[in-house]
């Protein structure tokens, strides 16, 4: 039976941060990670994901670290005529070894299908690195009872075929719950992931094992909750990640 990874503690900073401030949290993370000791370290991998801009300079800022760098989007194609694009080959060659791919702010934003996510993750994975696939139910859809449905469908659709447990996580976001202040209740948290795992695990023996995080409001206060639940493996963290305590608190919230 394939052992299951790590849980995951990913930031995703969004567009926020110029060189200063960026390379200063960075910098605080490092230190925070190198002088946790025995049960004072994070039980989990960790992630950040800054924007494009800072990139390979936190990428540096963390090579010696054991906090990776990942970024926020990447291009289905490995180049060509695509103005403001960039590819995962070049999120790769930048320091990145993941790459969030169909967040709620693209899929909204941008209008992104569930094809294209796919094709998106298809191009991370091609690039050799980890592909974090978001889904998510919008408030209407949470309101008529369709979560589930939602889910099952953007599974359906933005999952590449016979992935590993190593090479893809899923992150569930409810689109309602990101930067509302607003979350699910852990019940409803964990039907969630538990339907995920369900489908997951009837896909492969990998989808049984592979990492599925919570996103949405975590915060100091609520993630030991959370974390806790059965079928969390971490979470996706977005204005709580920008503070290196609330960051590192949460982290430390993993069981």
């Not at 605080?28 to 049960?39: C, H, M, Q, T």
Request: proline share 5%.
């Amino acid at each position: 039976m394939t052992d299951p990874p790590r849980p995951l503690m990913a930031g995703n900073w969004k567009m926020n941060g110029l060189s200063g401030d960026g390379l200063a949290l960075a910098a605080e993370l490092v230190r925070r990670a190198a002088s946790a000791k025995g049960e004072e370290a994070p039980a989990c991998d960790l992630l950040v994901c800054p924007p494009a801009s800072l990139l390979w300079r936190v990428a540096e800022a963390l090579s010696q670290s054991p906090i990776a760098a990942g970024g926020q989007d990447c291009h289905a194609d490995a180049e060509g005529a695509h103005t403001g694009d960039i590819s995962a080959e070049m999120l790769k060659d930048a320091g990145a070894s993941y790459a969030i791919v169909g967040h709620s702010e693209r899929r909204a934003g941008h209008s992104e299908t569930d094809a294209l996510v796919r094709a998106k993750a298809e191009a991370a994975l091609g690039a050799g690195l980890c592909a974090i696939i978001c889904i998510g139910e919008t408030e209407a859809q949470y309101g008529a009872g369709e979560t589930l449905g939602v889910i099952e469908k953007q599974l359906a659709g933005s999952l590449p075929d016979g992935p590993g447990a190593a090479e893809v996580v899923v992150a569930y976001e409810p689109v309602w719950a990101i930067g509302t202040g607003l979350t699910p209740s852990l019940d409803e948290i964990a039907a969630v992931h538990a339907h995920i795992r369900g489908i997951l695990g009837g896909a492969s023996a990998e989808g049984g094992v592979m990492r599925i995080l919570y996103g949405g409001s975590v915060n100091p206060a609520n993630a030991a909750e959370i974390l806790g639940l059965e079928e969390v493996n971490g979470a996706l963290v977005g204005g709580a990640s920008l503070n290196a305590d609330d960051f590192w608190t949460i982290a430390r919230s993993c069981p």
